[in-house]
T-cell receptor
Protein backbone atom coordinates (compact mmCIF):
# COMPACT_ATOMS: atom_id res chain seq x y z
CA UNK A 1 0.00 0.00 0.00
CA UNK A 2 1.39 3.37 -1.00
CA UNK A 3 1.91 5.88 1.76
CA UNK A 4 1.12 9.58 1.83
CA UNK A 5 2.84 11.27 -1.09
CA UNK A 6 4.02 14.85 -1.00
CA UNK A 7 5.72 17.02 -3.57
CA UNK A 8 8.00 18.72 -3.94
CA UNK A 9 10.30 17.41 -1.23
CA UNK A 10 12.33 20.60 -1.19
CA UNK A 11 11.56 24.13 -2.32
CA UNK A 12 13.66 27.27 -2.21
CA UNK A 13 12.05 30.60 -3.06
CA UNK A 14 12.63 34.27 -2.47
CA UNK A 15 10.40 36.16 -0.08
CA UNK A 16 7.19 37.60 -1.50
CA UNK A 17 6.99 34.76 -4.05
CA UNK A 18 4.08 32.32 -4.07
CA UNK A 19 4.56 28.61 -3.37
CA UNK A 20 2.33 25.54 -3.43
CA UNK A 21 2.61 22.10 -1.90
CA UNK A 22 0.76 19.01 -3.02
CA UNK A 23 -0.40 15.99 -1.03
CA UNK A 24 -1.91 12.68 -2.11
CA UNK A 25 -3.28 10.77 0.90
CA UNK A 26 -3.51 7.02 1.36
CA UNK A 27 -6.32 5.55 -0.69
CA UNK A 28 -9.55 5.42 1.28
CA UNK A 29 -8.47 7.96 3.88
CA UNK A 30 -11.15 10.62 4.09
CA UNK A 31 -9.42 12.78 6.67
CA UNK A 32 -6.45 14.87 5.59
CA UNK A 33 -4.24 17.15 7.66
CA UNK A 34 -1.65 19.81 6.93
CA UNK A 35 0.91 20.45 9.66
CA UNK A 36 3.69 23.00 10.03
CA UNK A 37 6.91 21.82 11.66
CA UNK A 38 9.45 24.45 12.61
CA UNK A 39 13.03 23.45 13.26
CA UNK A 40 13.36 21.75 16.64
CA UNK A 41 9.62 21.73 17.22
CA UNK A 42 6.77 19.28 16.97
CA UNK A 43 4.20 19.52 14.19
CA UNK A 44 1.41 22.05 14.60
CA UNK A 45 -1.92 21.59 12.88
CA UNK A 46 -2.76 24.08 10.15
CA UNK A 47 -5.95 22.58 8.73
CA UNK A 48 -7.98 19.37 8.80
CA UNK A 49 -10.28 18.14 6.05
CA UNK A 50 -13.08 15.63 6.24
CA UNK A 51 -13.51 14.73 2.57
CA UNK A 52 -13.61 18.08 0.80
CA UNK A 53 -14.74 20.09 3.82
CA UNK A 54 -12.29 22.02 5.98
CA UNK A 55 -13.57 21.22 9.48
CA UNK A 56 -10.75 22.83 11.45
CA UNK A 57 -8.79 25.72 9.97
CA UNK A 58 -8.49 27.81 13.12
CA UNK A 59 -4.68 27.69 13.02
CA UNK A 60 -4.33 28.58 9.34
CA UNK A 61 -3.03 32.15 8.78
CA UNK A 62 -5.68 33.06 6.27
CA UNK A 63 -4.09 36.32 5.17
CA UNK A 64 -1.41 34.44 3.24
CA UNK A 65 -2.19 30.73 3.48
CA UNK A 66 -4.90 28.86 1.62
CA UNK A 67 -5.72 25.21 1.08
CA UNK A 68 -8.07 23.20 -1.03
CA UNK A 69 -9.21 19.63 -1.44
CA UNK A 70 -11.63 19.93 -4.30
CA UNK A 71 -12.53 16.30 -4.93
CA UNK A 72 -11.92 15.02 -1.44
CA UNK A 73 -8.68 13.26 -2.36
CA UNK A 74 -5.58 15.30 -3.23
CA UNK A 75 -4.91 18.57 -1.46
CA UNK A 76 -2.88 21.68 -2.15
CA UNK A 77 -1.52 24.14 0.39
CA UNK A 78 -0.51 27.56 -0.89
CA UNK A 79 1.38 30.49 0.56
CA UNK A 80 1.17 33.88 -1.12
CA UNK A 81 3.28 35.84 -0.53
CA UNK A 82 5.88 33.83 1.36
CA UNK A 83 7.79 35.43 4.25
CA UNK A 84 11.14 34.53 5.77
CA UNK A 85 9.39 33.08 8.81
CA UNK A 86 7.56 30.56 6.65
CA UNK A 87 10.74 28.50 6.29
CA UNK A 88 9.79 25.15 7.78
CA UNK A 89 8.70 21.62 6.92
CA UNK A 90 5.11 21.22 5.80
CA UNK A 91 3.72 17.79 6.61
CA UNK A 92 0.63 16.14 5.23
CA UNK A 93 -1.11 13.30 7.06
CA UNK A 94 -4.20 11.21 6.45
CA UNK A 95 -6.40 8.74 8.29
CA UNK A 96 -9.64 6.84 7.96
CA UNK A 97 -12.49 8.91 9.31
CA UNK A 98 -14.02 6.21 11.48
CA UNK A 99 -12.65 3.88 14.09
CA UNK A 100 -9.29 3.95 15.77
CA UNK A 101 -7.25 4.49 12.64
CA UNK A 102 -4.05 6.41 13.23
CA UNK A 103 -2.68 9.34 11.32
CA UNK A 104 -0.14 8.45 8.65
CA UNK A 105 2.38 11.11 7.69
CA UNK A 106 4.06 11.94 4.44
CA UNK A 107 7.78 12.82 4.19
CA UNK A 108 7.07 16.54 4.16
CA UNK A 109 8.12 19.48 2.01
CA UNK A 110 11.05 21.50 3.32
CA UNK A 111 10.54 25.16 2.40
CA UNK A 112 13.36 27.67 2.51
CA UNK A 113 12.47 31.32 1.99
CA UNK A 114 15.43 33.58 1.17
CA UNK B 1 -6.77 22.70 26.26
CA UNK B 2 -4.31 19.85 26.39
CA UNK B 3 -0.53 20.17 26.23
CA UNK B 4 2.53 17.95 26.15
CA UNK B 5 5.94 18.44 27.76
CA UNK B 6 8.98 16.48 26.71
CA UNK B 7 11.51 17.22 29.38
CA UNK B 8 14.65 16.25 27.47
CA UNK B 9 15.50 17.84 24.16
CA UNK B 10 18.47 15.54 23.59
CA UNK B 11 19.32 12.11 25.01
CA UNK B 12 22.63 10.40 24.18
CA UNK B 13 22.78 6.68 24.97
CA UNK B 14 25.38 4.03 24.39
CA UNK B 15 24.44 1.19 22.08
CA UNK B 16 22.76 -1.75 23.84
CA UNK B 17 22.01 0.38 26.92
CA UNK B 18 18.42 1.01 28.07
CA UNK B 19 16.70 4.32 27.42
CA UNK B 20 13.70 6.22 28.76
CA UNK B 21 12.27 9.27 27.01
CA UNK B 22 10.02 11.30 29.24
CA UNK B 23 6.64 12.75 28.38
CA UNK B 24 4.17 14.55 30.62
CA UNK B 25 0.79 15.86 29.59
CA UNK B 26 -1.86 18.15 30.96
CA UNK B 27 -5.55 17.83 30.29
CA UNK B 28 -8.77 18.30 32.18
CA UNK B 29 -10.40 15.34 30.49
CA UNK B 30 -9.44 11.81 29.55
CA UNK B 31 -6.71 11.62 26.98
CA UNK B 32 -5.29 9.39 24.32
CA UNK B 33 -1.50 9.27 24.06
CA UNK B 34 0.89 8.56 21.22
CA UNK B 35 4.58 8.27 20.50
CA UNK B 36 5.87 8.98 17.00
CA UNK B 37 9.39 8.61 15.60
CA UNK B 38 10.89 10.78 12.87
CA UNK B 39 14.00 9.64 11.04
CA UNK B 40 16.07 12.28 9.21
CA UNK B 41 14.26 13.77 6.23
CA UNK B 42 11.25 11.53 6.74
CA UNK B 43 7.71 11.94 8.01
CA UNK B 44 6.48 10.77 11.39
CA UNK B 45 5.85 7.09 12.02
CA UNK B 46 3.61 5.81 14.80
CA UNK B 47 5.51 3.81 17.43
CA UNK B 48 2.66 3.06 19.81
CA UNK B 49 -0.52 4.48 21.27
CA UNK B 50 -2.58 4.31 24.43
CA UNK B 51 -6.33 4.46 23.95
CA UNK B 52 -7.66 2.48 26.93
CA UNK B 53 -7.14 -0.75 28.83
CA UNK B 54 -3.71 -1.94 29.94
CA UNK B 55 -1.47 0.92 30.94
CA UNK B 56 1.60 -0.81 29.50
CA UNK B 57 1.61 -0.45 25.75
CA UNK B 58 3.99 -2.27 23.43
CA UNK B 59 4.91 -0.84 20.07
CA UNK B 60 7.14 -1.46 17.11
CA UNK B 61 10.93 -1.81 17.18
CA UNK B 62 10.94 -3.09 20.78
CA UNK B 63 9.62 0.12 22.33
CA UNK B 64 7.04 0.24 25.10
CA UNK B 65 5.38 3.00 27.13
CA UNK B 66 3.47 3.15 30.36
CA UNK B 67 0.50 5.39 30.97
CA UNK B 68 0.50 6.78 34.50
CA UNK B 69 -2.63 8.77 35.16
CA UNK B 70 -1.66 9.94 38.66
CA UNK B 71 1.62 11.36 37.38
CA UNK B 72 0.15 12.42 34.03
CA UNK B 73 3.04 10.74 32.27
CA UNK B 74 3.58 8.49 29.27
CA UNK B 75 7.29 7.68 29.23
CA UNK B 76 8.80 5.69 26.38
CA UNK B 77 11.29 2.92 27.10
CA UNK B 78 13.49 0.41 25.34
CA UNK B 79 15.66 -2.11 27.20
CA UNK B 80 18.48 -2.17 24.65
CA UNK B 81 18.94 0.44 21.94
CA UNK B 82 20.49 0.04 18.52
CA UNK B 83 22.26 2.47 16.23
CA UNK B 84 19.17 2.48 14.02
CA UNK B 85 17.12 4.00 16.86
CA UNK B 86 18.85 7.34 16.33
CA UNK B 87 15.96 9.68 15.50
CA UNK B 88 13.63 12.35 16.85
CA UNK B 89 10.83 11.11 19.08
CA UNK B 90 7.57 12.99 19.58
CA UNK B 91 4.95 12.46 22.25
CA UNK B 92 1.42 13.54 21.36
CA UNK B 93 -1.90 13.83 23.16
CA UNK B 94 -5.43 13.96 21.93
CA UNK B 95 -8.91 14.25 23.38
CA UNK B 96 -12.36 13.78 21.98
CA UNK B 97 -14.28 11.15 20.14
CA UNK B 98 -13.10 8.63 17.60
CA UNK B 99 -10.28 7.48 19.90
CA UNK B 100 -8.79 10.92 19.84
CA UNK B 101 -7.19 10.51 16.46
CA UNK B 102 -8.86 13.56 15.07
CA UNK B 103 -6.53 16.19 16.47
CA UNK B 104 -3.08 15.66 17.93
CA UNK B 105 -1.06 18.07 20.07
CA UNK B 106 2.64 17.30 19.85
CA UNK B 107 5.52 17.90 22.23
CA UNK B 108 8.71 19.57 21.10
CA UNK B 109 10.51 16.28 20.57
CA UNK B 110 13.50 14.43 22.00
CA UNK B 111 16.51 13.74 19.84
CA UNK B 112 17.85 10.28 20.68
CA UNK B 113 21.47 9.73 19.69
CA UNK B 114 22.96 6.26 19.99
CA UNK B 115 26.68 6.19 20.68
CA UNK B 116 28.55 3.17 19.27
Amino acid sequence: EAGVVQSPRYKIIEKKQPVAFWCNPISGHNTLYWYLQNLGQGPELLIRYENEEAVDDSQLPKDRFSAERLKGVDSTLKIQPAELGDSAVYLCASRQSSGAGSQYFGPGTRLTVL
Amino acid sequence: AQSVTQLDSQVPVFEEAPVELRCNYSSSVSVYLFWYVQYPNQGLQLLLKYLSGSTLVKGINGFEAEFNKSQTSFHLRKPSVHISDTAEYFCAVSVGSNFGNEKLTFGTGTRLTIIP
